[in-house]
């Protein structure tokens, strides 16, 4: 199976900071590569998918880049709704894996 | 609105079985892929199950975790998606997630809110 690796498992930072979250894979992905967002007690919720295309109704301060094995979700000005768990995933080849998590905490 | 509300869930003996439902409203399911995800408590996600939408005759994949103990299955008339659940082991107890994927875009797009299986003595 293909491994992803978030990095940082936890980012402290304020409303309207930037941030960046990073996806590594264990082998090559092309760009078949989602993110997800998931707060407590809710399912997730699709993000971004195909690395950088913006699913419907998501805010345009989400983007995503990358190719091959190494990804990156950018936020470009961080609002109260966007502290939350996120999670990269692959689905290039079976098993379909995600990344272990990043959390998003208010600093 | 697109919906998928899972049920089924509960407290289960090891070696026992569990089968869960999703239903599915808003949407026609047989035309999308349908996935399984579990979530142990208090850790990440991992995909178990998909079942392939109707143009593939809803053929199936399954993690290594769970093959040989667990199916998918549908019921196109109910627009429903199962799981059936065998043999279980306390490190199956996590929240069940089902989530649909687009058969062209192939990451799931919509998800429901889960329904908790535990499995213990």
Known sequence: D??????????????????????????????????????????????????SNLESGVPSRFSGSGSGTEFTLTISSLEPDDFAIYYCQQYNSYSLTFGQGTRLEIK | EVQLVESGGGLVQPGGSLRLSCAASGFTSSDYYMDWVRQAPGKGLEWISRSRNKGNSFSTEYAASVR??????????????????????????????????????????????????????
Not at chain 2, 71 to 96: C, F, G, P
């Open chain 2, 68 to 121: 040989g103990r667990f199916t998918i299955s549908r019921d196109v008339s109910k627009n429903s998606l199962y799981l059936q659940m065998n043999s279980l082991k306390t490190e199956d107890t996590a929240v069940y997630y089902c989530a649909r994927t687009p058969a062209g875009q192939n990451a799931f797009d919509f998800w429901g809110q889960g329904t908790l299986v535990t499995v213990s003595s």
């Open chain 1, 2 to 51: 293909i491994q992803m690796t978030q990095s940082p498992s936890t980012l402290s930072a304020s409303v309207g900071d930037r941030v960046t979250i990073t996806c590594r894979a264990s082998q090559t992905i092309s760009r078949w590569l989602a993110w997800h967002q998931q707060k407590p007690g809710k399912g997730p919720k699709l993000l971004i998918y195909e690395t």
